[in-house]
Nanobody
Framework: QVQLVESGGGLVQAGGSLRLSCATS????????MGWFRQAPGKEREFVAV?????????????YYADSVKGRFTISRDNAKNTVYLQMNSLKSEDTALYYC??????????????WGQGTQVTVSS
């Protein structure tokens, strides 16, 4: 069983930054891609970013972003800490949502991911 625990959400003014963290167990990164999704009230859960399965033979991880966050958000991973991050800069009011960390196949649809965290709330005030 894969456990995912998000943290780092909060209230921030538009234009500000937040860094979300998702802590998991030791082998998760070697088996699963890691994604971030978000869900605003009254809306469907939407893809934000994904980082590929850990492969130490590669210099860089593969990453992919939703168009709405490209250039503002960065997904990264600290293998030693078993933690994946979502650095969010230049936040906008439309980024307000409950953010979820997920582990599964590399993809942009929610059903590609088998494991989910409980979510962390991000609220951006304008």
């Amino acid at each position: 069983q894969v456990q995912l625990v998000e943290s780092g959400g909060g209230l921030v003014q538009a234009g500000g930054s937040l860094r979300l963290s998702c802590a998991t167990s030791g082998r998760t990164f070697s088996v699963y891609a890691m994604g971030w999704f978000r869900q605003a009230p009254g809306k469907e859960r939407e893809f934000v970013a994904v980082i590929s399965i850990r492969d130490d033979s590669l210099r860089d991880d593969n990453t992919y972003y939703a168009d709405s966050v490209k250039g503002r958000f960065t997904i990264s991973r600290d293998n030693a800490k078993n933690t994946v991050y979502l650095q969010m800069n230049s936040l906008k009011s439309e980024d307000t949502a409950l953010y979820y960390c997920a582990a599964g196949r590399y993809g942009v649809v929610a059903n590609a991911y088998a494991y989910w965290g409980q979510g962390t709330q991000v609220t951006v005030s304008s």
